[in-house]
C-alpha cells in the first residue's frame, strides 16, 4: 500500500439470514481525506464500518491498516489502531456524567486508586471548549437533548488519539447550529491530518465537507469518486438507480383542505420551553413546524399528546375538546404521534416487525374482540413493502434493521393506525432520498382522505416540499406561520434563526 493510503478495504462480505448485506467490498481511504459512503437504507454502509470498527466480524476478505493486514479486528485492535467510530444510535450511558461517558475506559486516577473525577471533569471540559460545544461535563447523559448527545458522542470518540474517525449519520437530527460544530471540527482535523469516514443521507452534507464518495448499492460497491468531479444527479442514479427527476414534486391541491372543519391548538405553554403557542390546522392541510432544536417543537408535540405536563393547552377537533390526559388516550381519540428517538419511544426492536406495525392499531382498537392474524399480516406485509422496507420477512426482529429500516417501521405503525391526527417529529432522519419520496407520497394520500397532518422537521428542503403551511419556533413561541410563495428553504432557515428583512 503506497504510503499516502491508511486504510484498505479488500473484497469484505458479511451476509445474515437472507441478506447479502457487504459483497466483496473494495475501498481505499487515503490520509487527510474526508471520505463519504452513501447507499439507500440497508446498502451495508453500518456493516461496513462496524467491521472497522471490529464490533462485527466479516465472513470473508481483507482489511489493511497502515500497511498491516487483518482478516478479522476485534474492537480492542481497532482501538489500538486508532480507529474511533461514532455510531448511528446513540450508545452513552445515560447514568452517567458527561466526563465519566468520554473518558469511560480510562478513567484518571488518584494515588490511592480512586478514580479523580475532579481531574476528570477537568479533562473533559477542556476537551469540550476546543471542540466549540457549550455542554458542561459534569451533567449526567440523562438530562441532555437529543442534539447534545450526539455531540458528546463524537467528543469521546475524540478523546483518544484518532487517525481514523468514522462518523455514521452525525448530522441525523443536528440543526443547523449544531451542524456547524461539527462541519468545523470536521475539518480542522482533516487538515491536520486526520481521516474521516462520513456516512449521511444528506447529498448535500457530502458536497460540503466530503474529498471523495463511495457508493454502495445492495451491499456492492458501485462507484467511487472526487466530490469535486462528479454531480449529485450521477450519485442519485447510482445510489437509486433513477434520476432525482423522479423524485417527488408536490401537486399542491388546495381544493381538498375543508376550512370549517379543523383542529385547533389553543394556548399550550409549559414553563420555559413552550410559550403560549395557539395555531389551527385543517382537514386535508400538512402544516410544519420548523425552527432550530431546543425552540419548543418537540416539547409542544409532547405536550400536545400529553406525555409531560403542561402549564395551559386546549386541544379542540371539529369544535369539540379532545385535550389529551395521557399518550395512550390520545391514541382512543385518533391523534398518532411519532417521536424524533425511534429506539426510546417508538420501537420494540425485540418483536418482529409486524408486531410493531400493528401495535398503535390495537390500541386504538381494543374493542375488537379477536385478530384475524393472517388478515393483519396481508395488510402489514403491503405497508412494508409500500415504504420498501428491506427485510427478508416481516417476521424479522426489528433490531436487525438497519437504521433507516427501523425508521420506516415507526412510520409504517402511524400510517396503518389509522389516526385522524399524526404528529409527525423528524419523519424521515436516516431515510434515503429514494424512500423519503414515496413516504410524501403516502402522508399525502393520507391528506387526500381527509386527515390532519402536522410535521416537526429540521430538513429545510423537507418542509417547503411537503407542507401546505409552516410555523417556526423560536425560544419556545411560534413567532410566523409561512404560507404558499413564503415558504421556501431560506425562508425558513432565516426565520428560525431570527435573521429579519431589515438585518439583511
Ligand atoms: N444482525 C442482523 N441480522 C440480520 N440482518 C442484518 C443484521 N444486521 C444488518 N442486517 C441487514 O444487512 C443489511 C445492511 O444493513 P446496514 O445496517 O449495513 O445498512 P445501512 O446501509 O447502514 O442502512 P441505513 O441507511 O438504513 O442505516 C440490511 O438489509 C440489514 O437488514
Ligand atoms: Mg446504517
Request: with cysteine; proline share 2%.
Amino acid at each position: 500500500m503506497e504510503s499516502g493510503n491508511i486504510l484498505e478495504a479488500i473484497n469484505l462480505s458479511k451476509s445474515y439470514p437472507g441478506v447479502q448485506a457487504l459483497d466483496s467490498v473494495n475501498f481505499l481511504l487515503k490520509r487527510g481525506e474526508v471520505h463519504a459512503i452513501v447507499g439507500q437504507n440497508g446498502a451495508g454502509k453500518s456493516t461496513f464500518i462496524e467491521i472497522l470498527a471490529g464490533s462485527i466480524q466479516p465472513d470473508s476478505g481483507s482489511i489493511i491498516i497502515d500497511g498491516q493486514d487483518y482478516v478479522r479486528l476485534d474492537p480492542s485492535q481497532s482501538i489500538e489502531r486508532s480507529i474511533q467510530t461514532v455510531h448511528q444510535d446513540n450508545q452513552l450511558i445515560e447514568e452517567l456524567s458527561v466526563a465519566e461517558n468520554i473518558y469511560l475506559y480510562n478513567l484518571p486516577q488518584t494515588k490511592l486508586g480512586f478514580v479523580n473525577i475532579s481531574l476528570c471533569i477537568r479533562h473533559a471540559d477542556d476537551l469540550l471548549d476546543r471542540l466549540g460545544i457549550e455542554t458542561r461535563s459534569n451533567i449526567k447523559i440523562s438530562s441532555l437533548t437529543f442534539v447534545e448527545k450526539k455531540l458528546i458522542s463524537i467528543a469521546k470518540a475524540f478523546s483518544r488519539k484518532a487517525k481514523i474517525l468514522i462518523l455514521d449519520e452525525p448530522t441525523a437530527s443536528l440543526d443547523i447550529e449544531g451542524e456547524k460544530i461539527l462541519f468545523d471540527i470536521i475539518r480542522r482535523n482533516a487538515e491536520k491530518g486526520l481521516s474521516i469516514i462520513y456516512i449521511s443521507h444528506d447529498l448535500g452534507e457530502i458536497f460540503e465537507v466530503c474529498d471523495r464518495v463511495t457508493v454502495l448499492k445492495d451491499g456492492k460497491k458501485i462507484a467511487a469518486h472526487d466530490v469535486k468531479n462528479v454531480e449529485m444527479e450521477t450519485i442519485v442514479h447510482e445510489m437509486i438507480g433513477r434520476s432525482s427527476h423522479s423524485l417527488y414534486t408536490r401537486v399542491l391541491n388546495t381544493a381538498r383542505i375543508k376550512s370549517d372543519e379543523k383542529l385547533e391548538i389553543i394556548d399550550y405553554s409549559r414553563y420555559k420551553v413552550v410559550d403560549h403557542v395557539s395555531f389551527s390546522v385543517r382537514k386535508g392541510e400538512i402544516f410544519g413546524i420548523g425552527g432550530l432544536v431546543g425552540s419548543g417543537r418537540t416539547e409542544l408535540a409532547r405536550i400536545i399528546i400529553g406525555l409531560d405536563k403542561k402549564d395551559s393547552g386546549k386541544l379542540v377537533f371539529c369544535g369539540k375538546d379532545i385535550t389529551p390526559s395521557s399518550p395512550y388516550d390520545s391514541i382512543k381519540k385518533g391523534i398518532g404521534y411519532l417521536t424524533e428517538n425511534r429506539k426510546d419511544d417508538g420501537l420494540v426492536v425485540i418483536r418482529p416487525i409486524f408486531e410493531n406495525i400493528s401495535m398503535a392499531r390495537f390500541a386504538r382498537d381494543r374493542h375488537i374482540p379477536y385478530l384475524e392474524l393472517k388478515k393483519e399480516r396481508t395488510t402489514t406485509e403491503e405497508i412494508a413493502s409500500q415504504l420498501q422496507i428491506k427485510t427478508p420477512s416481516i417476521s424479522q426482529l426489528v433490531i436487525n434493521l438497519s437504521g433507516g429500516n427501523q425508521q420506516k417501521v415507526v412510520l409504517a405503525k402511524w400510517l396503518y393506525a389509522n389516526s385522524e391526527i399524526i404528529l409527525f417529529d423528524e419523519p424521515t432522519v436516516g431515510v434515503d432520498v429514494g424512500s423519503k419520496s414515496e413516504i410524501y407520497h403516502l402522508i399525502d394520500n393520507l391528506v387526500q382522505q381527509g386527515k390532519i397532518i402536522i410535521i416537526i422537521s429540521s430538513d429545510y428542503l423537507e418542509l417547503s416540499s411537503v407542507c401546505d403551511r409552516v410555523g417556526i419556533m423560536r425560544f419556545g413561541k411560534l413567532i410566523t406561520i409561512l404560507e404558499g410563495a413564503q415558504i421556501n428553504e431560506e425562508n425558513i432557515l432565516k426565520n428560525s434563526l431570527g435573521v429579519t428583512m431589515e438585518d439583511n
